[in-house]
T-cell receptor, first 115, second 111 residues
């Protein structure tokens, strides 16, 4: 059974703080993704990674960076949190090859509030 | 670039049917459907590949019209467990490893 875990379910931070969101998957998946979810906007891709040390920008990468030092772990970093980054953040992983052959498995999400 | 889903929200009684549509302005290679229950992670339902196939999963099925760049999700004889938000994820090109998700359709089923 695939499991994707995220370090926190809820997080409250202050404007300007550096924020780390951690995601771990236990199925040896090649691909990992970070999305943010906002009402009426659906899921929007921030960054994704095909392999260790590799990263690709998604549709809304501004204000974010990522790190993938180990295959099972993908971190999302907010260098200087701002109130417009208040959102639900979802991590997902998939088995590589082509996404069209494989589903993405999602974590439970981290609800981040920036004050 | 983000696909548009319609309707934005649906309210049903148990046993009623619903159709959720996903339209893209770009040519699609595949469409993925997910359901997310309140407070939970999105869960995969099905993939439709280019070729216009239709798929079914219990009482939930979907079609993909690549010429119209549209996919529809059909829920028949809805159950309380069908409540949640439905998302389509579109893949524009083979092997991009990247999905663009729609805006979501919230479905509520009442007894």
């Amino acid at each position: 059974d695939v499991k994707v875990t995220q370090s926190s379910r809820y997080l409250v931070k202050r404007t300007g703080e550096k924020v780390f969101l951690e995601c771990v998957q236990d199925m040896d998946h090649e691909n990992m993704f970070w999305y943010r979810q906002d009402p009426g906007l659906g899921l929007r891709l921030i960054y994704f990674s095909y392999d260790v040390k590799m990263k690709e920008k998604g549709d809304i990468p501004e204000g974010y960076s990522v790190s993938r030092e180990k295959k099972e772990r993908f971190s999302l970093i907010l260098e200087s949190a701002s109130t417009n980054q208040t959102s639900m953040y979802l991590c997902a992983s998939s088995n590589g090859g082509t996404v069209s052959q494989e589903t993405q498995y999602f974590g439970p999400g981290t609800r981040l509030l920036v004050l | 670039q983000q696909p548009v889903q319609s309707p934005q929200a649906v309210i049903l009684r148990e046993g009623e049917d619903a159709v959720i549509n996903c339209s893209s302005s770009k040519a699609l290679y595949s469409v993925h459907w997910y359901r997310q229950k309140h407070g939970e992670a999105p869960v995969f339902l099905m993939i439709l590949l280019k070729g216009g196939e239709q798929k079914g999963h219990e009482k939930i099925s979907a079609s993909f019209n690549e010429k119209k760049q549209q996919s529809s999700l059909y829920l028949t004889a809805s159950q309380l467990s069908y409540s949640g938000t439905y998302f389509c994820g579109t893949e524009l090109t083979y092997n991009t490893d990247k999905l663009i998700f729609g805006t979501g359709t919230r479905l509520q089923v009442f007894p």
